[in-house]
């Protein structure tokens, strides 16, 4: 059933997440066209989709703030929330990386998106003091929170700002160290619930991110390591698919797509640096496998959203 409460008023934070895998899968197919026989215009195909998808939402979510200001700090009460308000940032500096072929104000869009990411910590912060102790716990969607400075050097490397993006990632580099511990130790001690086990697939994407950066940056040895942990953690992960989705669809799937999409753009980074056959295999699994999924969790999400059901299921706060 529709709801005929206008949509706008309780557009969910929970959606960011999908438009930063629709645009980093855009992002791969385009990187993936320059050096595979693959069709350029299906990466320009899901970026022009991208950045339709995550401009309407943010005009959405802008207009709910627009009307009742303390919404964004009513929707930080869960952590997949908090997430969401970082993917929008993040997906702001994603938004840049696919404009640099036509140099459509694209320093000023990625400095947006910084901004917007630094805001997002301060405010996922403020939300994490105020609440009660007992609430406070390490989860993977802080990676989002906290990592995602880490998808600077997308846009800032080709654009400059080379000193900027190792701050960017050096800041990232800290927190991560920091939520990784947390996360191990909350692990060992607590199982995790089932619907929130597809989150653990979050743990992929700073890896990724992180190898990318330090490949874009030439910083050799932590390209390496983050390389290999990335494609370890990727390998345990999709032999624990079906126990991550046990629980049937939610929106916690949206934790699929961005992991799926820096996955790509990192094999295919490697693949440029002379990764050969392992990159290789790695960029058309990920374009296999990911595409699809990808797309299918966005269209699943974008029905969620259409029928009120992506609101109601991740406490969205209302305008």
């Not at 996922?124 to 989002?144: D, I």
């Not at 916690?252 to 295919?268: D, R």
Request: hydrophobic residues 55%.
């Amino acid at each position: 059933m529709y709801s005929h409460r206008p949509l706008w008023r309780r557009t969910p934070p929970a959606i960011f997440p999908i438009c930063l895998g629709v645009l980093g899968l855009g992002l791969g197919w385009r990187g993936a066209a320059e050096i595979l026989p693959v069709a350029s215009e299906i990466g320009d195909l899901f970026l022009g989709a991208g950045m339709a998808y995550y401009l309407y939402f943010l005009l959405f979510y802008l207009r709910k703030l627009a009307a009742r200001p303390s919404a964004l700090f009513d929707d930080m009460t869960t952590p997949p929330a908090r997430a969401g308000i970082a993917a929008m940032g993040m997906s702001m500096m994603l938004l840049a990386a696919a404009l640099l072929p036509f140099g459509i104000s694209v320093p000023e869009v990625w400095w947006a998106g910084v901004i917007m990411q630094i805001a997002a910590s301060a405010i996922v912060l403020h939300a994490f003091w105020v609440e009660p102790p007992e609430r406070r716990h390490f989860s993977t969607f802080q990676y989002l929170t906290f990592v995602g400075p880490v998808v600077g050097p997308f846009a800032g490397i080709p654009l400059g700002y080379v000193w900027e993006s190792v701050w960017l990632t050096i800041a990232a580099l800290i927190p991560y160290i920091i939520i990784t511990i947390g996360v191990a130790i909350k692990l060992m001690r607590k199982e995790i619930p089932v619907p929130l086990r597809p989150s653990l697939a979050i743990f992929v994407a700073p890896n990724c991110l992180f190898a990318t950066s330090f490949g874009m940056l030439d910083f050799q040895l932590g390209y390496e390591v983050f390389y290999w942990i990335a494609n370890i953690s990727a390998l345990v992960l999709l032999l624990r698919a079906p126990w991550m989705i046990k629980g049937g669809w939610s929106p916690v799937w949206a934790s699929f797509t961005f992991p799926i999409a820096a996955f790509l753009n990192m094999q295919v980074l490697a693949l440029h640096k002379g990764g050969g056959l392992p990159a290789e295999i790695g960029v058309w699994a990920a374009l296999i496998l990911g595409t699809p999924i990808i797309t299918a969790i966005a269209w699943r999400t974008n029905m969620a959203w259409v029928t009120g059901e992506l609101a109601q299921k991740t406490n969205a706060a209302k305008a």
